[in-house]
Structures are given as structure tokens and as C-alpha cells.
Nanobody, 124 residues
Framework: QVQLVESGGGLVQAGGSLRLSCAAS????????MGWFRQAPGKEREFVAG????????RYADSVKGRFTISRDNAKNWVYLQMNSLKFEDTAVYYCAGSPSIVIGTKRDQYLYWGQGTQVTVSS
């Protein structure tokens, strides 16, 4: 079992930046591929970014490539999502998720553990 708690969401103007954090506790954190998903009102939850267990490989949705950066600190059991050049369409609840797979999946059902989410609102 892995418990995940997100933080760092808030209200920001378009063009601004936010850094989301996800604290993990429970089983060996470094044994999980980690991802960030988001869900806007009335829309499906979608993959945003993922990072392998060691942190050596990352994967991004096309919509955030070049603007968002995912990273992890296995010594402290944290995952981060640095979001720059935010757009109105980035407004959503952002979720941290953990997967036992060695590859970075983009499907919701590939992830076993989920946080409660943190709201990000970008004003235009």
C-alpha cells in the first residue's frame, strides 16, 4: 500500500508557474513508476506526465510538453510537477498516482494508488 498526498495547487494567472508536490508513504516508494493526471470539469481524467522508478526516464502529454517537468526524490519520497507558462486550459484537479509497472503508462487503470487531488485554476 502506498499513500499519496498532493499539495501546491492554487490560483495563478495565465503565463504563471506552479509547483505541485506529492508526498508518498507506505511501501518502498522507489519501486513505483509515478505519474500525474488531471481532470477538468466534465472531462475524463487524463495523463499529464510520468517518471520511471529511477527517475531516468520521463514521458509527457503533448499538451504540456516543453512547459511541465516531472521529477522525483526517492530519498525523501516526493514527486514534483513543475508547471510553467500555464494556460487557462490547464485548469483541473491534478492527481498523483503510483504504478507497479516498469514502464510509464498513460492509462488510468495502469495506476494502483491515487492521491486526493489538488486544484489548479488558471485565470485568463
Amino acid at each position: 500500500q502506498v499513500q499519496l498526498v498532493e499539495s501546491g495547487g492554487g490560483l495563478v494567472q495565465a503565463g504563471g508557474s506552479l509547483r505541485l508536490s506529492c508526498a508518498a508513504s507506505g511501501r518502498t516508494f522507489s519501486g513505483y513508476t509515478m505519474g500525474w493526471f488531471r481532470q477538468a470539469p466534465g472531462k475524463e481524467r487524463e495523463f499529464v506526465a510520468g517518471i520511471t522508478r529511477s527517475g531516468t526516464s520521463t514521458r509527457y502529454a503533448d499538451s504540456v510538453k516543453g512547459r511541465f517537468t516531472i521529477s522525483r526524490d526517492n530519498a525523501k519520497n516526493w514527486v514534483y510537477l513543475q508547471m510553467n507558462s500555464l494556460k487557462f486550459e490547464d485548469t483541473a484537479v491534478y492527481y498523483c498516482a503510483g504504478s507497479p509497472s516498469i514502464v510509464i503508462g498513460t492509462k488510468r487503470d495502469q495506476y494502483l494508488y491515487w492521491g486526493q487531488g489538488t486544484q489548479v485554476t488558471v485565470s485568463s
